[in-house]
Each structure stands twice: as C-alpha cells, then as structure tokens.
C-alpha cells in the first residue's frame, strides 16, 4: 500500500510540474509576429513532448519494455526535429508544415478514390464527410491547390543526417535507434521481448512465442523528463530565456532527495 501510495503522489506531482513548468517557459517566449506559423511549429511540438511525458507519467503500467519505447521513440524523433528546425526557423518550419499539409491532401485524394472505386459503399458518406473536414483544415492553413504533395522526406534528409546538423548524433545513435527497433517489429526487440528458448534438445533450443511479462522500470519514465529536459534547453538556449524554475531533470533529482530526508527522519 506505502509503494502504491508513492507512486501516486509521484504521478501527481510530476505531472504539476510538468504543466506549470511548460506553461512558464512558453509564456517566456516572445513570439515574433511576422513569424507566427513558426512559432506555431515550435510551440506545437514543445507541447507534444510535454503532453508524452504526462501520458506515460499517468500510464505506469505502460513503463516497461514492450510500451515504453513506443513513447521514447516519439519523444526521440520530436527533439531531433526540433533541433533541426530551430537552426533555421523560418524556412525549416515552412517545410515541416507544408509537408504535413501535403499528407493530408494525399489521405484526401485516397479516399476520393476509395468512393470513386465503390461507389455502393455505405462507408462512402462518412467518408465524405472526412473529406469535408480534412479540406477544410488545409484551406484554414492555405488554399487546397497551392498545397504540393511531396512523397520524400520533408526535410530532405534522414533522421541520422538531421541529428548530425543538430548536434544530436548520440541521441539518434543511442536512443533513437535502439527504441525504434520497439517501433518498428524489429527482430532485436522481437526475440527478447516476445520469445523464449524451447527446452527440448530435439529442437536445438529454438526461439518459440511466448507471452513475456516485462517488469515495470521507473528508468523509462526518467528518460521522458531527460527529453523534456532537452527540449526546454533548445528554447532557453535559443531564446535567451530567463527561467527561474527548477529544470525537469533537477526537479526529478530534487523530488526523490526530499524523499529520501523525510523517510530517514522517520526511520531516525
């Protein structure tokens, strides 16, 4: 019950933080109104990496290695892409908009297709419906026909080649790599994750399908503040911000210090 109601009051306060904190930093940026949709790009994905720490914060029984890394990998991806587009925020945040944007004409244009192919359907009305929404997000953002659907990368680089430039190449190497092997199905997650040794000697112990229970590891979750940490970093390095509350990672450092005082002035 003690470990449990830990665990709570942990959650609880980590995710206080964590939404007081993002709020102050924000409100530390001074946006630059001839460059709204730029900030807008940043903005949005500060708030994501933010948002990811709070659902796996509310989420213990996802911090393990079957789920865990299916965040981590986001979170990893997010601060490369971040990095990258404060290095030229104007030009490199056009792009990232212009290609979601494209994306979405693209789903568009498959479910016209989709009506068009079968148009007894009876799915076909709600995706008319979809098509209507869809559209009218892209006008809200620019005109349908001046959005190009560009089937690349919208950066025109890889994930490795981004974190180079944005001198995150251990990130991608160490992190971003090893969880999307989680993301991805690859075999050096499969096999340690999802399978176990046969025990009959016939069989040359072979690796068969086994539902593994991994155990639940706080790491994970410290490894989300890390992210939240470096993000925050990007802005008040970028932006010279004056901000005067505990960092993430010095507030995880500083919350398990205090525990640590109250249960040896209980035990002492």
Known sequence: MKIE??????????????VSSFSKLWSAV???YDKLEAYSVIGGLLSRQVTLAIQM????????????????RSMT????????????????????????????????EHYKKRIDDSPNNPENELMEGMIETRLHWIDSQRRDFLVEVNLGSWSQLDYRKMAQEANCESLYTFAYKPFSQGAHNM??????????????????????????????????????????????????NKFGLDFSELMPLDWWDNYFMEIDVEENAING
Not at 5 to 18: A, C, G, K, V, W
Not at 191 to 200: D, I, M, Q, T, V
């Open 77 to 108: 991806d997010l601060h490369i892409t971040l990095a990258w587009i404060m290095l030229d925020l104007e030009e490199r945040s056009k792009k990232y908009i212009l290609y979601g944007l494209g994306e979405e004409k693209l789903l568009v």
């Open 187 to 236: 075999w050096p997650h499969v096999s340690r994750y999802n399978c176990k040794y046969c025990e009959s000697p016939l069989h040359k112990y072979h690796l068969i399908p086994d539902l593994f229970e991994a155990p639940a590891d706080l790491d994970y979750l410290f490894r989300s503040c890390k992210y939240v940490h470096m993000a925050y970093e990007i802005f008040i």
């Open 30 to 32: 001074k946006v630059e």
């Open 5 to 18: 109601n830990d665990l709570i009051r942990f959650i609880q306060s980590y995710e206080t933080y964590l």
């Open 57 to 72: 914060t509310r989420s213990p029984n996802i911090l393990n290695g079957h789920s865990a890394p299916l965040f981590l």
